[in-house]
């Protein structure tokens, strides 16, 4: 049971935190969201505060600053109050070392919610796994990012079973045959094209053609060419909202009827105020729906949306679990030691809003996917 006589301590820093993200602006890193003083269960988010992949990692921050304060308000976890410290890792292996190393240094930090890319978390986890620092990465998908150690965790399902539901849509719920791909050329886009390809193969559809991009360009259009001129007629875009925008408006005005198809990562606000009406008809299956009739998620986008100002998308919802699942393990283990802690998550099978969480050996997840469109600007199920 939850103390509920324990004074919220960190009320007041927590509203700041939260306007904060809310704001766009990152604390420096390894900044808090709670007093310095007394004492408190320290929980890491460590993902991209700045640059282009911010918004992941402020959406990260901000859930976890949610989950935190719903606990805080019933006594917090083992008679303390949970604060969530802040790390800028940039989005980029170099600092994900030095953010990782920074965390397990502090020897404070009972676990770390992140990183967001999977190259990022393959860096860091290591270090954390050595130390016996536990990470839940809401966000990784790489197949090799669990078997680092049993201190690794993900929230997230793998890219080849995502990766399987994307390939679905486009055959049978777009009944589409000929899949073209563009990809990022990032560790991430190249992995995912590869399996991408190999589940095709499997398939009666074909790949008819594979452009790879820089990510963050202004101009897809010499690459939607060729994927046009090679007869495509639904593309699967092996890339964040910051792809799937620009591709669906240049791809349009090139060929109306093209049909595209994403990953969750792509399912944001971000994608339609970018995209427009070029959007609509883009598909995607997310573990996390905004829209759900569910009491719980309605609950928990009504609190996320008055707090910050949209609702959250589906990584987001992941990293709100990911806290919840690490807290409730300490609570169940009566400790934060790390040995504790861990099995209790191995063990548990966590109900949350992106459905119930049970972790397999390696520590990975298994979770239906929602298969989600965009029309008339607002995301809904596809039909």
Known sequence: MRKSNIAILLAASITVGMLAGCAGHAPESGSGSGSSGGETIKIAVAAPMTGDNSEYGIGFYNAALLKAEEWNQKGGVLGKQIEIVQYDDKNTSEEATTVAQKIVSEKDIVGVIGHFASGVCMTAAPIY??????????????????????????????????????IDIAINDLGKKNIGIISIMTDWGTNTSSIIKDLISKTDAKVVAHEEVMEGSDDYTPAITKLNEAGADVVICCGMYNLVAPVAKQYKQINPDIKIVGFSNSYSQQLIELGGDAVNGVCFPVIFFSESDNEDVKAYVKSFTEKYGNAPSALTSQAYDSVGILLTAIEEAGTTDSEAVREKIAAMDYKGVTGDTKFDEKGDVDKSFIKVTIKDGKFVKLD
């Open 129 to 166: 796994q050595e130390n016996k620092i536990i990470e839940i990465s809401p966000s990784s998908s790489h197949p090799d990012y669990s078997s680092i150690g049993n201190f690794i965790f993900r929230n997230n399902t793998i890219i080849s079973k995502e990766g399987a539901a994307s």
